[in-house]
Structures are given as C-alpha cells and as structure tokens.
C-alpha cells in the first residue's frame, strides 16, 4: 500500500490508541507510518490524540524531535487518517531505565539530554505532558528525541486532548510520571514536564519510581501532600547537589519547581553551582506537618487556568551578564548593575549567570602554568561574585563561570549557545582608532550571538539593545 510515495512494510507495535508500521520512502529511506485506532469499540481519545498528535508534529522542528513527513486525512483502504515520520534509529531511554540505578555520570548524560530536549520543545510552545522513558529515543551522538504528542498542549491549538469528555475524571497522563497539577485539571504548565523528568531522574538514579504505579485517582493524589522518599535515603552513595535538583523537581507546587527545564540541564552540568538546601541534605521527609500544609495548599488553591508555555519561558529567562573584571570600571559595573536588576525585577524567574573570560594560553609556556591558571581562575570566580553581590538577588538565581578563550567573543556566543541564553547583557568602553579597526568585542557579540543583546555604555550614556 501507498502512502505518499511510501510503502509499507512491516507491522511494528499495536497499542490501545494506535498502530506503527515500518514504511520505506522510494529512495530507501525508512519511515514511521502511524494510525489511530477506529471502528467498532475504538475510544474517541483515539482519534483526538492522533489529531493532536498530527498538528502538533507538523509544527515541530529541531533534532529534539521526529521530522513530520507527510500525513493525511484518508487512505487507499478506507483506515482513515495517517502520518509518517521520520524513522529515529536510536534506543529508547526505557532500555537505560531497566538498568537502574544507574552510574552518577550516565544519570548526568542523560538527565541533562532529556532536559535539553524538553526546553526546546517547550521554546516551542508545546508541553508534552506523557513524559516517560517510552516516549524519549537518542539519536548516534547522544541527542534525545520526545516522540507522542497525542497528549500534548500547542499553546496556540485547542486542546482536543483534553476536551474528548470520555475521561471519566481520571487525568490524561501516565500514573507514574503525572504531575501534580493535571490532577488537579491543569493543562499547559510547562512545570508539569519538569516534574515528569524529575520522575525519571529519581527512576534512573534509585531503580524505584517516587510514587509507585498507582493504579486509581485516589492513590495518583497521594503526591499532592505526601513526599517520596529521599534518594540518597536509597543510595546513600548519590551526591547531595543531585538529590537537590532531583527534589526540586519533583516539588508539589509548580512554582517551587525550576523555571525551566534548561535550568535542570545546567544544574546538572554544573553541580558545583547547585545551591544545597534541606531538599538535599535530609534523608527524611517533611513529615505529617509538611504534608498537612501541602494538602491545604492544594485544597484550597484556585481554580486552575491554562497556561502558555511561550508564556512562562518568557518570564524565566537565561540572562548572561559578561563581567569584564581585569579592567574595572566602576561607573560602567554600577550601570550594568542597573540593567541586571530591571531585567530581574521585571523577569522574576530570570535566571543570572555573571561570566567572564580567562585566557590561559597567555602562560601557557611558563613552568607553573597550571597552578598560575587555578590561581586566575579562582580570583576571577571571587571577582564575579563580589561584583554581583550588590545585585540584592537569591543565590539560586545567580550562577558563576570562568570561560576559557583568547578573545572574549567567542566563549561568550558559544556560551549563549549551549546554554539556551534569552538576553546578555555586556559593558562597552570607550572607542579608539584600534577598537574601530578591529571591531570592539560587544559588536561582535551583537552581530552573532543567537539572542538578543544589551550593550551598557558609562558616562551616561543610554544602552543599546542589539
């Protein structure tokens, strides 16, 4: 059979929702073909989380997610409506998963991908909110791909999913991994995913899953109040930083929670930032009280509302302030400041990372080359935290690097690259005839980096917004 210059080869999985098939495009290139499952007996969520699904993915771009191919609404032997995609090779997370606990450094490597992919898919506008270890293939190098969108919120799409009426109260979602918030019939929470990958960080680093499997409503709300137990409490062996992001994760209410899901993969790839509070270092709960305080939370909060991921992500940005703390300038360091906190009071889940840039290669050829390098780098780590303490902000918000390069512009745009930066904010000096030659570091930065940029001038002088 043909679909789109595609033929059919082999059946692949047939579930509850939908049915995969193996098709092969005329070039030989192998492609997913899906069908929802209709007819006689078939589910109306069938059909609307195909539909989702399908307007969602042809949305989609990026190599966090399955290419959109083709799709349509009627097929040569009257199944109905179709979809192919693009065919990822990779294994699927569920294979480490079985593994479980895994090494601390595989939990690192594979915590950070998942979060990187979520953060892009949320950039995106969607929440994917069927977030497991099923659902997340890699690709050769390490990238990971969310597939099953069938449950997934556009913020700008109707939510079909969720508007079915056949749910019979029981929230749309995996027991296992579903947030707090969908219990409660909020969709659309960016932080409901985030609570998700913290399930699977907890699955990963202990080989137990925080809330079981529980089979009715009544035991899915038991992680409205109740707390899983600790993961160092399983293994006493697993640093604390990581039961920290792990906990953070998983926080009932989702503003105590990360903003976002970069902010996890940061975290983990930076533990020596991650600020330790009592989610890390106990090994117990916060016992009866805790949990009474949690469920008036939840008993008596608010009606839910939708909420747009594009929304969210828009006040919890990366901002990158590139400190310059060789030649300081201290009318220059007051304006930034002053830039920082108008970001930060406006943003209020703005998360700050202050970054300089050390050139080793100046040294390299002397005897003490190293420990001279460990010498500047740490003086330039006590320099960026004392020019940040007047900033007044919480230590969580705030994060420190000491970037390796001999010319400051590119560490700091392939920075903002890795690091999913929205805004960097940088300082300009004065102007000379060399500067005008050569072009000055901030326009360069300007003129490349992938996010917008702020050049703070002294002297009075107004920003610029690149």
């Known amino acids: 059979m043909d679909f789109a210059g595609h033929c059919v080869e082999d059946k692949i999985a047939e579930g509850a929702m939908a049915t995969l098939w193996r098709a092969r495009a005329a070039d030989g290139t192998p492609r997913l073909l899906k069908r929802p499952k209709l007819g006689m007996g078939s589910h109306p969520a069938c059909f609307a989380g195909f539909e989702t699904e399908r307007m969602i993915l042809a949305r989609l771009a990026g190599p966090h997610v399955p290419a959109f191919v083709a799709g349509g609404d009627e097929s040569d032997d009257g199944g109905g409506p179709w979809l192919i995609e693009e065919w990822v090779t990779g294994p699927s997370l569920a294979e480490a998963a079985r593994r479980a606990p895994l090494p601390l450094d595989e939990i690192v490597r594979i915590g950070a991908a998942v979060a990187t992919a979520l953060h892009a898919l949320h950039r995106q506008n969607v929440v994917h909110h069927d977030l497991k270890p099923q659902h997340i293939l890699f690709r050769d190098d390490g990238c990971a791909v969310l597939i099953d969108f069938g449950l997934a919120v556009h913020g700008e799409l109707p939510d079909l999913a969720d508007d079915t009426g056949e749910r019979d109260d029981r929230p749309l979602g995996t027991p296992a991994y579903i947030a707090p918030e969908p219990l409660r019939g909020e969709r659309g929470n960016p932080r409901s995913d985030i609570f998700s990958l913290g399930v699977i960080l907890y699955l990963l680093a202990t080989g137990r899953l925080p809330f079981g499997t529980p ?250 917004i690149a």
């Open 215 to 464: 089979e009715s409503l009544a035991g899915m709300r038991r992680r409205l109040w109740l707390d899983p137990p600790r993961p160092r409490a399983l293994r006493p062996e697993l640093p604390e930083w990581l039961q920290e992001i792990v906990m953070r994760c998983l926080a009932v209410l989702p503003e105590n929670r990360y903003a976002t899901a970069a902010q996890v993969a940061h975290d983990l790839a930076h533990p020596e930032q991650v600020v330790i509070t009592a989610r890390g270092r106990d090994l117990k709960g916060g016992g009866w009280r805790a949990a009474a305080r949690r469920w008036w939370k939840t008993a008596t909060a608010p009606p839910p509302q939708r909420t747009r991921a594009a929304d969210h992500l828009a006040r919890a940005p990366h901002v990158l302030v590139a400190i310059d703390t060789e030649h300081v300038d201290a009318t220059l360091a007051d304006a930034m400041r002053e830039a920082v906190r108008r970001v930060a009071s406006a943003d209020f889940l703005a998360r700050i990372s202050c970054v300089t840039v050390l050139d080793a290669a100046l040294f390299a050829g002397q005897e003490e080359a190293g420990e001279i390098e460990r010498a500047l780098r740490t003086q330039r780590l006590m320099a960026l935290h004392h020019w940040a303490r007047d900033l007044g902000l919480s230590p969580e918000r705030l994060r420190f690097h000491v970037l390796d390069g001999s010319n400051a512009a590119g560490p700091l745009i392939d920075y903002a690259r890795a690091q999913h930066v929205d805004h960097i904010i940088m300082g300009a000096h004065g102007s000379s005839a060399l500067r005008r030659l050569l072009g000055s570091i901030s326009a360069r930065v300007a003129a490349e980096a992938p996010c917008s940029v702020t050049v703070v001038r002294s002297a009075g002088r107004a920003p610029a």
